[in-house]
C-alpha cells in the first residue's frame, strides 16, 4: 500500500483526528489505541498496520504541523535573496496561516490541562527553525546561535499563546502587521 495512496491518506487523517479529539480532553497517557480507533472509526488492525503505538501517530501529526510549520515561516524568504526586516510586507508572512489551520493542535498544546511535554516539543521544533535560519542568514560573533534562537522561538511562541489568550479572535492579517511592526522595531534600534 502507497504512502500517497487515498485510503491510506484517509485513514490517517481520521486517527489524527481522531487523536486530536482525545488530546482536547485528556494528555496522550491516558489515551488508548482501543479510544484512538473507536473515533477514528477504524479497527485495531488498521492502527497497528501504520503505527506500533500511539506515541508514534502522536509524533507523525506533530512532524506534520512541524514541517507546514517551516514551510509557513520560510514564505517570506522565496521572493527575496536577502529578507529586509524594515522593508517585510506583511502579506508574505504565513506563520500565522499556520497556527489558524492547526488551531485545534494550539488550543491543545497551550491549554492548562496537558502536559508541559506538548509545550516543550513546540519550542524544540521552533528553535530548532529559528537556529537554522540564523545560522543560514545572518551571523554575530557576539551572540550565541543558541541563546538568541532560544530568545527568537520565545517570542514566536510568545505572539501565539497572546493570540491563544483572545482565542485567536483577531485576523491573520492583523497578526501579520503586527510581527512586520515588532520586527521593524528590533531592526531600527
Known amino acids: ?39 477514528a472509526k477504524v479497527n485495531r488492525g488498521t492502527f497497528y498496520l501504520h503505527y506500533e503505538q500511539k506515541e508514534g501517530l502522536f509524533e507523525e501529526y506533530f512532524q506534520e504541523i512541524m514541517e507546514d510549520l517551516y514551510n509557513s515561516y520560510e514564505e517570506p524568504y522565496r521572493a527575496v535573496t536577502t529578507l529586509d526586516k524594515n522593508q517585510i510586507d506583511p502579506n508574505t508572512i504565513r506563520i500565522f496561516h499556520h497556527i489558524e489551520r492547526f488551531k485545534i493542535f494550539y488550543r491543545i498544546v497551550f491549554s492548562k490541562n496537558v502536559p ?21 542568514h545572518k551571523t554575530h560573533n557576539e551572540i550565541s546561535i543558541d541563546y538568541y534562537s532560544a530568545y527568537q522561538a520565545n517570542a514566536i511562541i510568545g505572539l501565539i499563546i497572546q493570540w491563544y489568550r483572545q482565542d485567536f479572535t483577531d485576523s491573520v492579517s492583523t497578526l501579520n502587521k503586527q510581527l512586520a511592526a515588532i520586527l521593524r522595531i528590533g531592526e531600527n534600534k
Open 116 to 136: 508541559l511535554t506538548y509545550y516543550y516539543m513546540l519550542f524544540d521544533g521552533i528553535h530548532s527553525l529559528m537556529k537554522r535560519d540564523l545560522t543560514a
Open 1 to 39: 500500500m502507497s504512502v500517497n495512496d487515498l485510503r491510506v491518506v484517509k485513514t490517517k487523517q481520521a486517527l489524527h483526528n481522531a487523536l486530536l479529539t482525545l488530546l482536547s480532553e485528556k494528555p496522550l497517557e491516558n489515551i488508548t489505541i482501543a479510544e484512538i480507533c473507536r473515533v
